[in-house]
C-alpha cells in the first residue's frame, strides 16, 4: 500500500536551517509530482511547495518563497525541502504528499518542526 513516511523535523533556533525528507512507496513515484504541506497549531493545512514528475518545475507558497527548496530524487523514490532562514511562524508539522496541487493520496504522521530560541 501508499506509504509516506517524513522525517528530518527538529528544534531550530530562529534563522537555522533544516532539511526534511520523505521517502515514498507503494506507488510510482516518478510517474508522480510531489508536494510539502505544513499544519500549524489550530490552523489548517497548507501546500507550501510542490514540484514536477522530472523536477523540472517547482512551485511555492508565498510565505516560504525565496527560502525553502523542493527537490527529489526518483532513483530512492524520495522528496526532500530544503529550509532556511527559518522564522518562528515556520513552526508546524510538515507532510508530503503526491500531486502539484491537491493530495493524491492518504497522509503519513508527518515530521514536528520547531523554531524557537
Known amino acids: 500500500q501508499v506509504q509516506l513516511v517524513e522525517s528530518g523535523g527538529d528544534l531550530v533556533q530562529p534563522g537555522g536551517s533544516l532539511r526534511l525528507s520523505c521517502a515514498a512507496s507503494?506507488?510510482?513515484?516518478?510517474?508522480?509530482?510531489m508536494s510539502w504541506y505544513r499544519q500549524a497549531p489550530g490552523k489548517e493545512r497548507e501546500l507550501i511547495a510542490a514540484?514536477?514528475?522530472?523536477?523540472?518545475?517547482?512551485n511555492y507558497a508565498g510565505s516560504v518563497k525565496g527560502r525553502f527548496t523542493i527537490s527529489r530524487n526518483n532513483a530512492k523514490n524520495t522528496v526532500y525541502l530544503q529550509m532556511n532562514s527559518l522564522k518562528p511562524e515556520d513552526t508546524a508539522v510538515y507532510y508530503c504528499n503526491a500531486g502539484y496541487t491537491m493530495p493524491l493520496q492518504g497522509w503519513g504522521q508527518g515530521t514536528q518542526v520547531t523554531i524557537s530560541s
Open positions: 514540484i514536477t514528475s522530472a523536477g523540472t518545475n517547482t
Open positions: 507503494g506507488f510510482t513515484f516518478s510517474n508522480y509530482a
